[in-house]
């Protein structure tokens, strides 16, 4: 089971950038799937993510600016980032818990945002 993450890159505070994942292999069903930013010290914090059949949750900087598409039959999610901030400059990693031969949690390898000032 793989992720393959896509869409960061480099923008300036205030402006907008999509990041997308795919999750390929034997994934048989998935039960959440979100995205998680990577602090200095390798902390990886939940930016938003949704649990199938249930409700988004966001993070409480984010709330209002970003927005989390998750697509359970399809195997995506999408990351909506609006009015970015030069604080949120970070790797972000698309993250799933999937139902393969086993339950498993797999972390896609991540994507790159900067945000000048």
């Known amino acids: 089971v793989q992720l393959q993450a896509s869409g960061g890159g480099l923008v300036q505070a205030g402006g907008c950038l999509r990041l997308s994942c795919v999750a390929s292999g034997d994934v048989r069903s998935i039960n959440k799937m979100g995205w998680y930013r990577q602090l200095p010290g390798g902390e990886r914090v939940m930016v938003a993510e949704?649990?199938?059949?249930?409700?988004?949750m966001y993070g409480n900087s984010v709330k209002g600016r970003f927005t989390l598409s998750a697509d359970f039959g399809k195997k995506t999610v999408a990351l909506q980032m609006n009015n970015l901030k030069p604080g949120e400059s970070s790797v972000y990693l698309c993250n799933a818990d999937v139902n393969s031969d086993y339950r498993v949690v797999v972390w896609g390898k991540g994507t790159q945002v900067t945000v000048s000032s």
């Open positions: 949704q649990i199938r059949g249930g409700s988004i």
